[in-house]
């Protein structure tokens, strides 16, 4: 591996850390993922800093929290300013291309990369900003419980159009980055859609759980049972209105699994390309997802919450020739990714141009200790309030100022059944939780800054759709007139140029 080595992140969405073998799953079909985990670096217990499309990638891109960076929810703006390991790479000399999925939200579309490769699968202006001001309202782009209900085989979906195009992309980028004269090396992010709901997938992806025993849901749990949050997610997603039936239930948990399928089908055509580029020895390959899903645990489906199946995320590093085969178990998070692939990039200690959160994870790939930490906020829909999640050792605490406090030891509890704030032996743990929560964050002021942002976005919002509308969608540009055959080359010479390998003289 030289020392600057090409960096391949595939990133999954709503991929849960718990349905992969790699994690103890015994279920989904994944042997190009198992692969990169037996022989490359697994962080057994890798988070997402918020359970949420939006502000967990803007947070694995700047290395900094949502409250710090107002990534509130999936309709926040990512300020232009924000720096992100795309601008850090690009700074050190690196080559950076996004294809696929990023949500960014606002008129910059880039945020550091040098080109996207698609458009994005979701809308990129104000439309999906919470309410605060009126939780009770269901707003039309929420979720639905058709997505379970309705779950089954299928021939196309809007993902699958999406995330065929997304590795279509990617794979001629890293034949044109292979013939090409620019030897700067290279980070490109492929990110897909899949597993992320709805529950549909392919038949061929189907029928490849076809005598799997699809087993429900560990822990059930009825209305009444649940935390506030937990019954502001069933308001959210509209349970209340359509219950799925047992049946219904297994479909839903059967396509997931089949979108799994598909994406690891497509994790091994990306390695492939990358060997049949040559590549392969001189590429870090990263495999993660931006949070997990629910899949009917705790009465619970898709993202937003900080129990495990939402919170925790794969988080797989694949580089033979640099770090040997290990599993991690310090906690670790997205927000690290940034000073991460800074030092994998240049091979310093990683100074940031503003505070960051994320701690760099290259000493814990050459066998060293980290912080064991992981910090989380959530301020999306079915919040009212801000949520914060402190993870460290056995436990993981969850506070808001409009709930009761949550503590798990998840070390004696891993399933999180048994809330341990309200034991008198966990007086002083709770206490002094509370106190450091206290002393980092102003809530209330946190508050405030929400429902003001969500105010000013539902207004401008509206008025950008009174008369002429100018979309922010990013617009991927093709030249025409330098694809394929033109006849400002010699015809011998474009042809032996896009011949690969090439020919010797």
Not at 74 to 91: I, K, S
Request: hydrophobic residues 40%; negative net charge; contains cysteine.
């Amino acid at each position: 591996m030289p020392k600057r080595p090409n960096i391949l992140i595939i990133q999954a969405d709503q991929l849960t850390a718990g349905a992969l073998s790699c994690y103890g799953g015994t279920v989904a079909k994944t042997p190009h993922i198992d692969r990169l985990a037996r022989d490359g670096v697994v962080f057994e217990s890798f988070y997402t800093n918020s359970p949420l499309c939006a502000p967990s990638r803007f947070s694995m891109m700047s290395g900094q929290l949502p409250s710090a960076i107002g990534a509130y929810d999936n309709a926040a703006e990512f300020g232009a300013d924000v720096p992100t390991f795309a601008h850090y790479l690009r700074a050190a000399g690196y080559q950076t291309y996004l294809s696929g999925k990023m949500h960014f939200c606002g008129p910059d579309q880039l945020h550091g990369f040098e080109q996207r490769l698609t458009t994005d699968i979701y809308p990129a202006d104000y439309g999906w900003t919470p309410n605060w001001d009126n939780f009770a309202e269901r707003l039309s782009w929420y979720h639905v419980m058709n997505s379970v209900t309705e779950a089954g085989p299928c021939t196309r979906t809007n993902q699958i159009d999406f995330d065929d195009e997304v590795v279509f992309a990617a794979r001629q980028k890293i034949f044109d980055i292979a013939r090409g004269k620019d030897d700067r090396p290279f980070c490109l992010v492929v990110s897909m859609t899949h597993p992320h709901d709805p529950y549909t997938t392919p038949q061929e992806y189907w029928d490849r759980y076809d005598g799997v025993d699809i087993q429900p849901p560990t822990v059930s749990l009825e209305w009444s049972e649940m935390d506030p949050h937990s019954q502001r997610i069933h308001h959210v997603i509209g349970l209340g209105e359509k219950t799925p039936a047992p049946q219904q239930i297994l479909a839903a948990r059967r396509a997931y699994y089949g979108s799994i399928a598909y994406v690891d089908d497509q994790v091994g055509v990306l390695l492939k390309t990358i060997k049949d580029a040559g590549m392969a020895d001189d590429t870090i390959v990263i495999f993660t997802s931006d949070h997990g899903d629910m899949l009917g645990e705790r009465g619970l489906w898709f993202k937003m919450s900080f129990f495990e199946g939402a919170a925790r995320i794969p988080f797989i590093v694949h580089a033979p020739k640099c770090y040997a085969a290990q599993r991690i178990a310090t906690h670790a998070s997205l927000v690290d990714l940034v000073p991460t692939l800074a030092e994998i990039a240049t091979g310093e200690t990683f100074k940031p141009v503003v505070p960051i959160e994320g701690q760099s994870l290259l000493p814990a790939l050459q066998g060293k200790t980290i912080r064991d930490e992981v910090i989380g906020e959530f301020m999306g829909e079915a919040s009212i309030a801000p949520i914060i999640m402190l993870r460290r050792g056995a436990h993981k605490f969850i506070h808001s100022p409009v709930d009761p406090d949550q503590l798990y030891d998840l070390a004696l509890d891993p399933l999180e059944r048994v809330n341990l704030a309200h034991d008198p032996k966990y007086a002083s743990v709770v206490a002094d939780y509370r106190a450091e929560i206290a002393a980092r964050w102003d809530l209330a002021a946190l508050h405030d800054r929400v429902v003001a942002s969500q105010r000013r976005r539902h207004f401008v919002y509206g008025a950008l759709r009174s008369g002429r509308y100018t979309p922010w969608d990013h617009q991927p540009f093709q030249d025409a007139a330098k694809a394929y055959i033109r006849n400002d080359q010699e015809l011998n010479d474009l042809e032996a140029m896009a011949r690969f390998p090439r020919l010797a003289p």
